[in-house]
Nanobody, 124 residues
């Protein structure tokens, strides 16, 4: 069992930056693939970025590539998403998710555990 709590969302202007953090509690954090998803009103949940169990492999969705950076600290049980050059289309609720596996999945149905989400709003 893993509990996930996101923090760091907020409101920024276009071109600004935010850092999201996800604190995990529970056992065997290093055994979980950790990812960020986002969901805007009226849209499906979208894969943003994922990181392998020890952080050697990272993946990004098309919207995040070259602007976002994911990292994890297995001693602190945290995963972080640094977001740069934010645009209004990045406005969404961002979710941290975990599943016990070997490889990053881009499908939200694979993830067993979810945080409550944190709102990111980007104004033009």
């Amino acid at each position: 069992q893993v509990q996930l709590v996101e923090s760091g969302g907020g409101s920024v202007q276009s071109g600004g930056s935010l850092t999201l953090s996800c604190q995990a509690s529970g056992r065997l954090f290093s055994g979980y693939i950790m990812s960020w998803f986002r969901q805007a009103p009226g849209k499906e949940r979208e894969f943003v970025s994922g990181i392998s169990r020890v952080g050697l492999k990272v993946e990004y969705g098309d919207s995040a590539r070259d602007r976002f950076a994911i990292s994890r600290d297995n001693k602190q049980n945290t995963v972080t998403l640094r977001m740069f050059n934010l645009q209004p289309d990045d406005t969404a609720v961002y979710y941290c998710a975990a599943y016990f596996a070997l490889d990053v999945s881009r499908s939200p149905i694979d993830y067993q555990y979810w945080g409550q989400g944190t709102q990111v709003t980007v104004s033009s």
